[in-house]
């Protein structure tokens, strides 16, 4: 383990032309109605020009719940282009082992599930006839290990019952896993498939496609005394643990791949970030980056807000420059975008309301706010964060964060919850812009995917 005050690796001189940044206050007005899901769509015959059709649609699509059944009842995979209004239907047959599985990433073309029946973890590709690609199995984590179903019999937690999927199977084993409570006492619990399944995996992100041979899978396990990522390689047998850079941290929300060097994470908390050296597998490095925030005073809405929103992070890569990205959500906003300050209000679904954006000045070590990001737009969600410029996409609107619903709750039987957030929003306007909701669980949860990028 190495403590730095930065990361010492990557370089952004080499980095192509850049749109520059302007920096103000954020601002959190309207929204307006989305068009449905179910609305008009494309069909296409064939797997192959599914394939060739998405590719040329460019930008990032929406997976969607599954399509229509064959007659051996596996559904048909089905995508929402979001520029263009429309639901794409293909011909592409959703493996059994995805539809009894929960995707924990989208990252190059590949989505990355784990498995409801047995926590195992695999990849898929939509858009290609390539074989499912397993992953090192879950106990090969140093915090979980495999027991006997006889050993869930009497313990609390192997209730399945808080999932939002009907599933009516059930497995001959479970795990134990180590975990830190309330009070960083290290404690053990015993977990059923079902269970586990929902909450091992916060995210798996790529640094190339899986096919490539400089691939790396990284995933950010969620119960674990020491909160950190794990990595293998595809065709490893196990994966391999990296120790944090501090002996107390914070459980990790997001990661991503940098620059095509290193990797950075970003804790629950927000202000926690930091950055991973797998350039040498064998002996793996991580580093805390030792940063500012030059936050932006809120208003007098905003301040009043605080204790009624979450707050969700992700880090992007955008033009060589990091990005830090807070969303903001809230329970308390009705149907007609209002706010209820009361505490016997009624609570209704998790609704985002805004982001705010900052960029890493790597010369001062501190996080500016950024107001506008150019031409670039943002892609937020279970996929690997995306930066795309809207001068190559065609239809994308430049300055936007596109995102999906990826909340805690999103596979858990929480009314209304789950899948419904998500939206395009533009930053440093005078308007909160389109963004839909719906008040009810959407399974499995919409997520971004594109086919290739960069």
């Known amino acids: 383990m190495t403590r730095a005050s930065l990361y010492p690796v990557a370089k952004l001189s080499s980095c192509t032309k850049k749109t520059s940044l302007c920096f103000s206050t954020p601002l959190l007005l309207w929204r307006r109605k989305m068009p449905s899901i179910t609305g008009s769509s494309s069909s296409l015959l064939a797997s192959p020009s599914v394939a060739a059709h998405i590719s040329n649609e460019s930008h990032p699509l929406m997976m969607i719940e599954p399509g229509e059944e064959d007659e051996d009842g596996r559904s048909m995979c089905r995508f929402y282009d979001y520029v263009n209004e429309k639901v794409v239907n293909t011909n592409t047959k959703i493996p059994k082992e995805v539809d009894d599985a929960i995707c924990v990433g989208s990252s190059h073309g590949w989505l990355a599930y784990v498995s409801r029946l047995d926590c195992s973890v695999f990849l898929w590709s939509p858009f290609t006839t390539s074989p499912l690609i397993w992953l090192p199995p879950i106990h090969t984590l140093p915090f979980v290990k495999v027991i006997p179903c006889e050993e869930l019999a009497d313990d609390e937690h192997k209730d399945g019952d808080i999932s939002a999927y009907d599933d009516d199977f059930s497995s001959d084993f479970g795990f134990k896993v180590e975990f830190e409570d309330q009070n960083r006492s290290q404690r053990y619990c015993t977990m059923s498939t079902k269970l586990l399944s929902l909450d091992i995996i916060q995210k798996i992100v790529l640094s190339s496609a899986p096919t490539s041979d400089d691939c790396i899978v990284v995933a950010l396990p969620i119960y674990k005394i020491r909160h950190s990522i794990a990595f293998c390689k595809p065709g490893d047998k196990s994966w391999t643990f990296v120790e944090p850079p501090l002996e107390k941290s914070f459980h990790l929300i997001d990661v991503i791949h940098f620059n095509n060097q290193l990797f950075y994470a970003v804790s629950c908390c927000g202000l926690t970030l930091y950055a991973y050296n797998l350039s040498d597998l064998s002996s793996p490095k991580s580093y805390l980056l030792e940063t500012s925030f030059d936050f932006e005073p ?38 007609d975008g209002k706010f209820t300050f009361s505490h016997d209000a009624k609570i209704f679904p998790d609704q985002t309301v805004t982001f705010d954006v900052y960029k890493l000045d790597f010369s001062r070590n501190t996080w500016e706010f950024a107001k506008c990001i150019g031409d670039q737009v943002l892609f937020l969600g279970t996929n690997q964060s995306l930066s795309l410029s809207a001068r190559d996409f065609d239809k994308l609107q430049a300055n936007r964060i596109y995102f999906t619903d990826d909340s805690f709750t999103i596979h858990k039987k929480y009314p209304n919850y789950g899948g419904h957030d998500f939206g395009d929003y533009e930053l440093g306007g005078s308007a909160f812009s389109e963004f839909r909701f719906r008040g009810t669980k959407i399974l499995p949860p919409p997520f971004w995917v594109m086919r290739n990028f960069h």
């Open 298 to 335: 809120l208003s007098s809405l905003e301040e009043r807000m605080r204790s009624w929103y979450k707050d969700r992070y992700y880090l992007v890569e955008s033009l060589g420059d990091l990005l830090w990205v807070r969303r903001l959500i809230a329970n308390n906003m009705d149907d």
